[in-house]
């Protein structure tokens, strides 16, 4: 059985698992990386000295590149068609492979909403006690007056001029940081966890530690929105 080293939460895990699903090949896969550590460790850099994700096993063979490893896996099985006999459709495939693999590692900004609505305007209920689910879009759109039931307030408007503010700098550059705005980093690994924005009345960076039971809830509940 093919063992693949890795958190699903990663693009790259989550290329070759889908390429061994699709290929119907039994697998089992070990948690490695960020939060779940495993990949400094003397046996893991042994296999992958650049203690990176993913890595795969098949019967002591030992391959990591997340592309190499796709290539590999379909190259094992010619039946499935995936990689192509005819050398212009499969370089065709690959150069988009090299292509996404150069190009796609743009900085990745997390974030988590936390601003309450306020009391509704007609007095039947006070302010939340918590964001609610999609709650940020009408202040990251600037549309707080477009929704008549609550009575915003200043803090609402300075939340929603700080997210205006971002979403309008990552468009325009892919970075939402600028001048006036609470400095958000791009998301990276830090104390064991991952470097998260918290958007509300206190817009500030945290360290995001619930990394591992996302990923436990996610295989629990592969169809849950996390």
Known sequence: MLRIWGRISSINVRKVVLAAQLLELPFERIDA????????????????????????E???????????????????????????????ARFDAERWMD?????????????????????????????????????EIEYALGNLDG???????PTDRRVSATMEGYWANFIKTGNP?????????????????????VIGADTHSVVDRKAARYEFLQQVEPDAHL
């Open 58 to 88: 098949d019967q002591g063979f030992v391959l990591w590149e997340s592309n190499v490893i796709v290539r590999y896996l379909c190259a094992r099985c010619p039946e499935s068609g995936l990689y192509p006999e005819d050398l212009r």
């Open 99 to 135: 292509w996404q693999h150069r190009t796609g590692h743009a900085p990745v900004y997390y974030y988590y909403f936390e601003q309450p609505r306020p009391a509704k305007r007609d007095g039947s209920a006070g302010p939340g006690t918590g964001a609610v689910h999609s709650g």
């Open 33 to 56: 990386g960020a939060a779940f550590g495993v990949t400094r460790t003397p046996d893991y850099l042994a296999r992958n000295p650049n203690a990176l994700v993913p890595t795969l």
């Open 177 to 197: 940081n600028g001048a006036g705005l609470p400095h958000w980093p791009a998301v990276a690994e830090k104390d064991a966890g991952l470097l998260r924005q």
């Open 147 to 153: 929704n008549k039931v609550y009575a915003w307030t």
